[in-house]
């Protein structure tokens, strides 16, 4: 065999290296991916589980809150621990599925949820409009982001 041949076979399996490093690195992204959205997956339903835990805990706080009932001290602070995680969960669920199509939901269902909850119960209206006020005051929130959400609720 002389050198030219061997050269062109060497090229050849050169090239054929790259590819099935290429399809390697592929095939490691993808499984990646997969890693992390069901990381993702497990994250959501784990916090689910610990705000519907809370609620269950404090249901007759949160059911007060929630009707306008007049609370205790201590039960405004867990009544707005509960609002808060409520909060909190539904604008990272909106986030995520408004970012990613994360698990093919329409993101609006859960701002339909949310003012839904506003407009049926007047406790969470208050404990809503409370949370606006201080966001807009005392936080003086900057991000796009947060301001969209607060506008579709509205």
């Known amino acids: 065999m002389n050198s030219q041949k061997l050269h062109d076979w060497l090229q ?8 099935g490093s290429l399809i390697f690195v592929g095939m490691q992204l993808k499984q990646s991916d997969d890693i992390a959205l069901a990381e993702v997956f ?4 784990a916090r689910g589980i610990e705000q519907r835990a809370l609620v269950a805990q404090h249901a007759h706080i949160w059911q007060k809150a929630c009707l306008g009932e007049e609370l205790d001290a201590w039960e405004k602070v867990i009544a707005g621990n509960i609002f808060f995680a409520y909060l909190q969960g539904n604008f990272n669920t ?3 599925y408004r970012e ?9 269902f859960l701002i339909d949820a949310y003012a839904a909850n506003i407009h049926r119960y007047p406790g969470f209206r208050h404990m809503t409009l409370s949370w606006n006020e201080w966001a807009e005051l005392g936080a003086r929130f ?13």
């Open 100 to 108: 990613t199509g994360f698990g093919g939901v329409d993101p609006r």
């Open 12 to 19: 050849i399996v050169g090239i054929a290296a790259v590819v």
């Open 42 to 45: 497990e994250s959501t339903a």
């Open 142 to 154: 900057g991000d796009n982001i947060a301001k969209e959400y607060g506008a579709a609720v509205r």
């Open 94 to 96: 909106w986030m995520r």
